[in-house]
Antibody, heavy 126, light 109 residues
Framework: EVQLLESGGGLVQPGGSLRLSCAAS????????MTWVRQAPGEGLEWVTT????????YYADSVKGRFAISRDNSKNTLYLQMNSLRADDTAVYYC???????????????????WGQGTLVTVSS | EIVLTQSPGTLSLSPGERATLSCRAS???????LAWYQQKPGQAPRLLIY???SRATGIPDRFSGSGSGTDFTLTIGRLEPEDFAVYYC??????????FGPGTKVDIK
């Protein structure tokens, strides 16, 4: 059974940093692209960033480009999201998800997301 | 960037009724790369349909997807109590941008 377990969320001040982790199990982690999607309180879903299986390809939403960095350690079956220069509008539940029905390399990336982790809440507030 | 519009915003129905949810894209969705997700309160989204009409693993056959190009539909044949939730569509053919619709809430009438 595929399992994804996020951690690292919490309360951070505006301008601060936080690193999220997503521990994966139940599948060959290095063979799949992974993604982060967030959901602000009471709002819809927003794609944040995706990384290819090898890590060679990374893609970002404009809203986080230059502030967030996605990475992975395939030897540890773990996905990361380094979040810097955090703003109040980054407050959200952050979900990691495994790619499905797709393809992702250093030049192109498309796919849907299945399954998702349970999410971790990031609150940016002073 | 492809913008997705979902209608209606809220659908009030009774158990046993048929639900029809719409997702419209501002441009044609490449290769019908359109997915549907279900999200219940306090839970993560769950993939229901991918490639516009293929059911994900373990999804009951009362859920069906159809459509192509810019117009897509999720149909729930007979609503069960556990189907009352928010449903999101997502396009994933416009590499490398992944966009979600705003969601349709299906609630109990």
């Amino acid at each position: 059974e595929v399992q994804l377990l996020e951690s690292g969320g919490g309360l951070v001040q505006p301008g601060g940093s936080l690193r999220l982790s997503c521990a994966a199990s139940g599948f060959t982690f290095s063979s799949y692209a992974m993604t982060w999607v967030r959901q602000a309180p009471g709002e819809g879903l927003e794609w944040v960033t995706t990384i290819s299986g090898s890590g060679a390809g990374t893609y970002y939403a404009d809203s986080v480009k230059g502030r967030f960095a996605i990475s992975r350690d395939n030897s540890k079956n773990t996905l990361y999201l380094q979040m810097n220069s955090l703003r109040a509008d980054d407050t959200a539940v952050y979900y990691c998800a495994k790619f499905a029905d797709g393809f992702c390399d250093a030049t192109r990336c498309y796919g849907c997301f299945d399954p998702w982790g349970q999410g971790t809440l990031v609150t940016v507030s002073s | 960037e492809i913008v997705l519009t979902q209608s209606p915003g809220t659908l009030s129905l009774s158990p046993g009724e048929r639900a029809t949810l719409s997702c419209r894209a501002s441009q044609s969705v490449s290769s019908n790369y359109l997915a549907w997700y279900q999200q219940k309160p306090g839970q993560a989204p769950r993939l229901l349909i991918y490639r516009a009409s293929s059911r994900a693993t373990g999804i009951p056959d009362r859920f069906s997807g159809s459509g192509s190009g810019t117009d897509f539909t999720l149909t729930i044949g007979r609503l069960e109590p556990e189907d009352f939730a928010v449903y999101y569509c997502q396009q994933y053919g416009s590499s490398p941008i992944f966009t979600f619709g705003p969601g349709t809430k299906v609630d109990i009438k």
